[in-house]
Structures are given as C-alpha cells and as structure tokens.
C-alpha cells in the first residue's frame, strides 16, 4: 500500500510542474479565482477541497490569516511529510489576491 501512496505524491508533483503557467501579460489581468485556479488548483483542486489521497489538506478550511498565506505560498512550508513548494515566481500582489480570493470565497462557500 506504501508505494502506491508514494507513487500518487510523485506523481502529483511532476503532474503540477508541467502546468503551463500564464505569460506576464495574461497575469497582469488576472484575479484572484485565476491565480487561484492556475497556480493551486492543480494540488488543492478549483475549490480548495483538497486531495486526500496525496496528502494535499482542504487549504478551503485553513485558519491562516491572509499574510501567513502569502508567506506559504512564497515560502512554501516545512510540513515534515507533505510540505508544499515555494512560489517566489509568484508576486506578492498576485499572492495576496489567491489568499484573498481563497479565505474571503473559498473558505465563506465551505461553511
Ligand atoms: C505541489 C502541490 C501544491 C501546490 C501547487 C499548492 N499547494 Fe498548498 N499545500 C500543499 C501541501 C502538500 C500542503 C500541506 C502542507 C502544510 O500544510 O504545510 C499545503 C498546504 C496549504 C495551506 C495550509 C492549509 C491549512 O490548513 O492551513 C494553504 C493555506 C495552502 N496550501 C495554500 C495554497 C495556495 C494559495 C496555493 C496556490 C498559490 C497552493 N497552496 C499551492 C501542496 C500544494
């Protein structure tokens, strides 16, 4: 069962590195919803609900304020089995609009 669980994970990281990312220009006009859902919904899924079988959380339920969200999405987290990666390739303008967009949406359409 082990490496089934291992081969989901991996899988899950090489499935979100070959996302095409959207060029400046596209980024620019960009809200919160389509950062959110091209930078994140790959791992955490359109509305945040998570991947259970890879160990991805509902970020949809996280307690974070909007700047610890920022944080971890360009820092990444040091969570020992499942941290996420760091996205410093997203601005932080860009960041605080997904967190925005996730804990002012998101997390309101869950409850
Ligand atoms: C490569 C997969 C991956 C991508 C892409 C990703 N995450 Fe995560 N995320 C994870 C994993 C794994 C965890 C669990 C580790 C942890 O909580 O430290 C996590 C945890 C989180 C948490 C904490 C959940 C909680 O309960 O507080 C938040 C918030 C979060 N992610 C937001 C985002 C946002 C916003 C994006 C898009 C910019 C994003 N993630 C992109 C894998 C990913």
């Known amino acids: 069962m082990k490496w089934v669980t291992t081969g989901c994970i991996a ?3 090489i499935v979100a590195g070959c996302s095409s990312e959207p060029d400046e220009e596209t980024r620019a006009q960009m809200d919160g919803k389509a950062l959110f859902e091209s930078f994140c919904a790959d791992c955490h899924g359109k509305k945040g609900e998570g991947k259970f079988l890879h160990g ?3 970020n ?3 307690q974070k ?4 969200v ?4 360009r820092e990444g987290s040091n969570h020992a089995k499942h941290p996420m990666p760091p996205m410093p390739q ?3 303008e860009e960041a605080r609009k997904i ?6 949406t998101l997390k ?3 409850k």
């Open 56 to 58: 991805i959380p509902p």
């Open 70 to 73: 920022v944080r971890q999405i």
């Open 90 to 92: 997203i601005t932080p």
């Open 65 to 68: 304020s909007v700047t610890e």
């Open 99 to 104: 967190s925005k967009y996730l804990i002012d």
């Open 11 to 13: 899988l899950a990281f």
């Open 60 to 62: 949809r339920h996280t």
């Open 108 to 110: 309101k359409q869950a």
